[in-house]
């Protein structure tokens, strides 16, 4: 069966930081690009970050410079740093493998004092 679970989430102050993971069963990870995607409160869905099979990282211009997309190859698991963060952070994250469409059920992240 394929999953991916995402776990990480929390509540942290302003200026905080958080470690994000994704634990994926029942395929390869690293065969297929990664990304990080979060929806905020009453929006839309935002893309946060992606991890393709070249190893290449990308990040929307809201969290670039403070988050930091990686994989364990060994642990078959994507991470995301999330550093200096902010109130507007606020949102549920959720991993996804954009070809195979595949997402985990979401992982909330509270950035509030």
């Known amino acids: 069966e394929v999953q991916l679970v995402e776990s990480g989430g929390g509540l942290v102050q302003p200026g905080g930081s958080l470690r994000l993971s994704c634990a994926a069963s029942?395929?390869?990870?690293?065969?297929?690009?990664m990304n990080w995607v979060r929806q905020l409160p009453g929006k839309e869905l935002e893309w946060v970050s992606l991890?393709?099979?070249?190893?290449?990282?990308g990040y929307a211009d809201s969290v670039k410079g403070r988050f930091t997309i990686s994989r364990d190859n060994a642990k078959n698991t994507l991470y995301l740093q999330m550093s200096s963060l902010r109130s507007e952070d606020t949102a549920v994250y959720y991993c996804?493998?954009?070809?195979?469409?595949?997402w985990g059920k979401g992982t909330l992240v509270t950035v509030s004092s």
């Open positions: 996804v493998t954009p070809s195979l469409d595949y």
């Open positions: 029942g395929f390869i990870l690293s065969a297929y690009a």
């Open positions: 991890f393709d099979g070249a190893e290449t990282a």
